[in-house]
């Protein structure tokens, strides 16, 4: 199908939703899910519900907010509170399981209690390919996945997006901070600090795609190939303020950025199971 194509198919999905909450994280897809849910449903008929937690940086939060305001949308921010779930902290290889589940139970709750039809969230075609053991919470709790059903690509979007002027066309993805600690290692409130501060940080010194990850003590940076030079002439100015939020080791990578590189830590045998 052409672009064109998987849009109006979007399009005809969407308009035979009713009323709709929509699973939003102010990201590339769920961004362009909620514009378009808008355009076609009308605001009123459509409620952005965000989770507001440790796991999602405050930045991104402000800038989600901000812009389901700029569309005139309803948004309620949520509290999910898997941190009190002991099989969500324990980090092992079916986290985004919990994690999902803690949300759409709430999201499935909210839209029965305030009269809407479906909840929706803003999985595309290409989260199929990857490790997400998230998708399996979307089968139990029902979610309407719109744009993988339209085989919307994460470059589709993007390119729609640009077309729709959303500010969010060309920003790199952002998983949630649990994505940057090993597995194995129990997640923590002071964790996700340390990985948001830390990426903070490199972001203000002018990185834009690259990860924090955290095993342990130690800090592994992820940079894009152009970036590792950039990198090792500020290491003293990033060596300090890594040490100050508490690491013991800073670390390069010198694989580089790749998204979800801590998967490669589990067997297939792990992934399979969790799918």
Request: hydrophobic share 40%; net charge negative.
């Given at each position: 199908m052409t672009i064109n194509e998987k849009y109006k198919l979007l399009a005809e999905n969407i308009k035979?939703?009713?009323?709709?909450?929509v699973a939003y994280s102010g990201g590339v897809d769920s961004t362009?899910?909620?514009?378009?849910?808008?355009?076609?449903?009308?605001s009123e008929n459509v409620l952005a519900c965000i989770a507001?937690?440790?796991s999602l940086p405050k930045s991104q939060l402000d800038r989600a907010i901000q812009m389901a305001k700029d569309m005139r949308v309803a948004?309620?921010?949520v509290e999910t509170a898997e941190l009190t779930d002991t099989a969500y902290s324990a980090n092992k290889a079916d986290r985004c399981f919990h994690c999902k589940s803690h949300l759409f139970g709430i999201l499935n709750d909210i839209a029965k209690e305030k009269g809407y039809d479906y909840v929706t969230c803003g999985s595309n075609l290409d989260d199929y390919d990857d490790y997400r053991p998230g998708n399996k919470a979307v089968k139990v709790f029902k979610v309407r996945c719109p744009l993988a059903q339209a085989q919307l690509t994460k470059k589709d979007i993007r390119q729609l997006s640009r077309k729709l002027n959303?500010?969010?066309?060309d920003i790199p993805a952002s998983p949630c901070l649990a994505s940057r600690i090993s597995y194995g290692d129990q997640i923590t409130e002071q964790k996700l600090n340390q990985a948001e501060q830390a990426e903070e940080f490199l972001r203000g010194l002018g990185f834009a795609e690259f990860r924090v990850r955290l095993?342990?003590?130690?800090?592994r940076i992820e940079v894009?190939?152009?970036?590792?030079?950039?990198?090792?002439?500020l290491r003293q100015k990033i060596v300090e303020k890594l040490k100050s939020l508490g690491f013991k080791f800073v670390s390069v990578d010198l694989e580089g950025f790749r998204s979800?590189?801590?998967?490669?830590m589990l067997t297939q045998e792990e992934k399979q199971k969790n799918l």
């Open positions: 035979n939703s009713g009323r709709v909450v362009f899910l909620l514009r378009v849910c808008v355009d076609i449903l009308g507001a937690g440790p948004i309620q921010t959303l500010p969010t066309a095993h342990g003590q130690t800090a894009h190939d152009d970036d590792i030079a950039k990198i090792i002439s979800g590189s801590l998967n490669e």
